[in-house]
């Protein structure tokens, strides 16, 4: 264990550090988490800024925004339940802390990539639930919840400026909107820097980490070493259902009820993709293709239900945003009906065909 205290320089610069390091010299890795846990009391948080990290950036004004991180590979045929979880958490937790220094220095990239890492651990927390101890992990998967709550709220601001306004909009009526947009995006960028360093996130952080080192302490020596195809087809068909519930009647349902099928629908696709070595053959490609189908759809009813919140979010705040702000809502009103009227006819194909994992 060291303990940094001090400066780091790079020519003119220089920034004031604090910092912990753990290093396993010998032992388990599941050890050094273990002892990890042990200073949650302390105001200190994990970051994926390294101290070398730290002269770079001092050095070059910059973060380097084009360092690759490897998402979570297929599984293979013989992976375990233990393995898989493992590689899974393993890979996303890396791709959140990995990019968690850009985000919070205003990289619109790096949180998009935070995001859909939360997205996924979420997605995998839930997919695996079945085969946990009832009451396993539920304390982290509120507090994943909580994190995609304010990156989300960086994150729409992103979309609107980039996405929705040059889509809905002329340049003049957009323009009005964007200094009001960058005034947002930087309050909801400064929340999302205080509440990382809150120690409930270290906590969880650490809790995955230290499960991917022990999964049969989690799962119990015979699951964690039981192959994932035995148990692959029970895990995406209690998915698939709660799809097909959250849709039932799709014409009729409500903003807020057509947001929850598109989660479901997401965390299923999420799912699928990471066992879909386990399978072959022309059903696949057909399943996945009306999922994503029906998800690109939810994806652009999403944008414009966003756009709308957004604007009238501002306008209350600034009414004399209020024409220009209804000619917006009114662009992405004529957006979503024509979305409501294709959605039905989707949905139907993506339900009546039979998941690939059932045949």
């Known amino acids: 264990m060291t303990l940094s205290r001090g400066s780091v320089q790079a020519g003119e610069q220089a920034e004031a550090v604090c910092a912990l390091d753990l290093t396993l010299l010998s032992g388990e890795a599941r050890d050094l988490y273990a002892f990890a846990h042990t200073l949650n009391d302390l105001p200190i948080w994990l970051t994926g800024e390294t101290l070398p990290m730290r002269g770079v950036r001092l050095a070059l004004g910059q973060y380097d925004e084009d360092v690759t991180v490897q998402s979570a590979l297929p599984f293979a045929g013989d992976m375990t339940v233990g393995k898989g979880w493992s ?111 809150d120690p409930s996130i270290t906590s969880t952080l650490l809790s995955l980490g230290h499960s991917t080192e022990d999964p049969a302490a989690l799962f119990g020596a015979e699951t964690a070493d039981a192959l994932l195809e035995d148990h692959a087809p029970v ?51 057909t399943y996945m293709g009306h999922c994503k189908d029906l998800q690109d759809l939810f994806g652009r009813f999403n944008d414009a239900a966003t756009a709308e919140a957004l604007v009238r979010q501002a306008i209350k705040e600034r009414p004399d945003l209020t024409e220009a702000g209804n000619a917006i809502v009114h662009m992405a009103h004529r957006e979503r009906k024509k979305i409501l009227k294709k959605l039905p006819k989707r949905w139907k194909i993506f339900s009546k065909d039979v998941p690939f994992w059932c045949q």
């Open 87 to 197: 590689q899974s958490v393993r890979a996303f937790l890396t791709v959140f802390l990995a990019a968690q220094p850009a985000a919070e220095h205003g990289s619109v990239d790096a949180v998009h990539e935070m995001r859909v890492a939360v997205r996924r651990l979420r997605t995998i927390l839930k997919a695996f639930r079945p085969l946990f101890p009832k009451g396993a992990l539920a304390n982290e998967m509120s507090v994943f919840q909580q994190i995609g709550r304010f990156l989300g709220n960086v994150r729409d601001w992103d979309v609107f400026q980039t996405e929705i306004l040059p889509a809905y909009v002329s340049g003049d009526i957009a323009s009005e909107f964007v200094q009001l947009a960058k005034e947002k995006r930087v309050s909801a960028l400064a929340e999302m820097r205080q509440k990382l360093t």
């Open 235 to 285: 895990l995406l068909d209690r998915m698939a259902r709660k799809v097909q519930h959250r849709g039932h009647h799709i014409g009729h349902l409500s903003d807020r009820q057509l947001h929850d099928v598109r989660k479901s629908l997401k965390g299923l696709r999420y799912s699928i993709e990471s066992i879909l070595p386990l399978y072959n053959g022309s059903r696949v490609e």
